[in-house]
């Protein structure tokens, strides 16, 4: 008998564990399907910097001032994020240096609330395209084009994704989407929540979301 999971994958877009939460948690339930243990997992918004002006922000100068890290410290602390992305999703470059910008991300996130809309498994390719665009080639997120080209690249119509980004569509949505999710605790992400009511925080490896998926599809 299959056991179906509702998961909200509530993240960043320009968050670098995000990426390895998400490669852990697919890889957990590429190992889990022989087990009957599958998911729907539905892509819920979190900005990390809701106020940062359209520019950016060089990476280095952010982390200094929000985290008070030293450049030797975000040195290496990308080499582990690096590494670790790279063992939890294999195939996937992060490319990111001293030189690198992070973004406001709200229009992306309106763009996934989108995609959920029109098709779910289309959300999930969106999903990686955004963090290819961001982590890999080191594109501006606050710009439409690089938006739509991600949406094409996911398998969804460009010009509806234009008009999206154009009309400011799904803004509303986007927002009470965020609002809940912090009134339910959210700070931190990526937040890994399974049936409305079971938390895995963090960017675990694929072994510790294996056990906990396992846990909770035999409780549920």
């Known amino acids: 008998m299959t056991r179906t999971l509702k998961i909200d994958f509530v993240s960043d877009v320009v968050c670098p564990w995000c990426v390895v939460g998400l490669g852990g948690l697919e890889g957990a339930l590429a190992r889990l399907k022989a087990e009957g243990i599958e998911a729907d997992i539905t892509f819920q918004p979190f900005e990390l910097n809701p106020q940062m002006a359209p520019e950016g922000e060089n990476v280095g100068e952010h982390v200094a001032r929000k985290y008070g890290a030293t450049p030797e410290q975000s040195a290496a602390n990308r080499a582990v994020i690096t590494q670790r992305a ?74 509806e994704a234009a008009d999206v980004l154009a009309t400011g569509r799904y803004a509303d949505d986007t927002r009470a989407a965020e609002a809940l999710w912090r009134s339910r605790g959210i700070s931190a992400v990526p937040a890994v929540v399974i049936e409305g009511k079971y938390l895995i925080s963090g960017g675990q490896p694929t072994a510790a979301f294996e056990e906990a998926l396992r846990k909770i599809a035999a409780e549920t």
């Open 86 to 159: 790279a063992e939890a999703w294999p195939g996937f470059e992060m490319r990111t240096g001293p030189d690198s910008r992070i973004w406001n991300t709200f229009d992306a996130h309106r763009l996934l609330h989108w995609a959920g809309e029109v098709d779910p498994g289309k959300q999930r390719a969106l999903k990686a395209a955004l963090f290819t665009a961001h982590f890999t080639d080191g594109k501006p997120l606050p710009d439409a084009e690089v938006l739509a080209d991600a949406a094409e690249a996911a398998g969804l119509d460009r010009a």
